[in-house]
């Protein structure tokens, strides 16, 4: 195995790591007793980035060559069919305050704190990073996209069901009303009820995320070298 293959997968290991421990009560409690939560989040900032670096680093360096399965056809254009529902969700939940987001807690104490696509999941972000790295796993069959976009996946999965236990030892009954009305997995909520689905609040991001795809499309062979169609 390359040395390539080694550091991207010692830095998505690491990018995995750093989020789940870094943002558990203990280690922020204490982190942001001494630093503030300004230098928390500095500190946050800056460990994410450099294993965001090194996995990129890696990753371009990685020969793309061991497959472990041939991808035909039908998984190479999968992305067309799940990235608009991947750049909705990430739009709905950047345009949208969401209350397991920093500073956003009072959003709870909203009389709807569930609006857009908080509707469709309570970790929208979350859930549209994890679909673009399931996608792309996919796609590209190799070794070292897993160790890549595996990264992203266990931690957008995994980290939001990390959060929610935080959130709700943090905020107690206001989480717990909160998680009622809502769901982690995508359109449970509505499915069973306990949720309305909304056409007006999804115009924005549905905009948004159509319109991020498309420019992504376009622009997508001269960024990564890959002409995803």
């Known amino acids: 195995m390359s040395t390539a293959f080694w550091i991207t ?3 998505s290991a690491a990018f995995f790591v750093s989020h789940l421990g870094l943002s558990s009560a203990a280690v922020r409690g204490q982190l942001a007793g001494r630093l503030g939560e300004q230098g928390f989040q500095g500190l946050y900032s800056l460990v994410a980035l450099l294993a965001l670096g ?3 680093a890696g990753y371009i360096q990685a020969p793309h060559t061991d497959f472990l399965w041939v991808p035909g056809h039908g998984l190479r254009h999968l992305p067309l069919l799940i990235m608009p529902v991947a750049f909705i969700l990430i739009a709905g939940g950047a345009l949208v305050p969401n209350p397991s987001a920093v500073g956003m807690a009072d959003a709870l104490d909203r009389t709807e704190p569930a609006r857009g696509a908080l509707r469709i999941t309570r970790h929208p972000v979350m ?4 679909l673009w790295a399931a996608v792309h796993i996919l796609a590209n069959g190799d070794l070292a996209s897993l160790l890549f976009f595996g990264g992203f996946l266990l931690t957008a999965i995994l980290g939001s069901l990390h959060l929610d236990r935080r ?6 009954e206001r989480w717990q009303h909160f998680a009622a009305v809502t769901s982690y997995v995508p359109f449970a909520a509505l499915a069973s009820g306990r949720q309305r689905w909304s056409w007006v609040e999804l115009r924005r991001p549905a905009a948004w995320g159509l319109g991020i795809f498309a420019l992504l499309l376009l622009l997508h062979p001269h960024l990564f ?3 995803p169609y």
Do not use: D, K
């Open 167 to 172: 959130m709700a030892a943090e905020q107690g």
């Open 127 to 130: 859930w549209g990073v994890a």
């Open 54 to 56: 090194t996995m990129i």
């Open 225 to 227: 070298g890959v002409r």
């Open 9 to 11: 997968g010692l830095a």
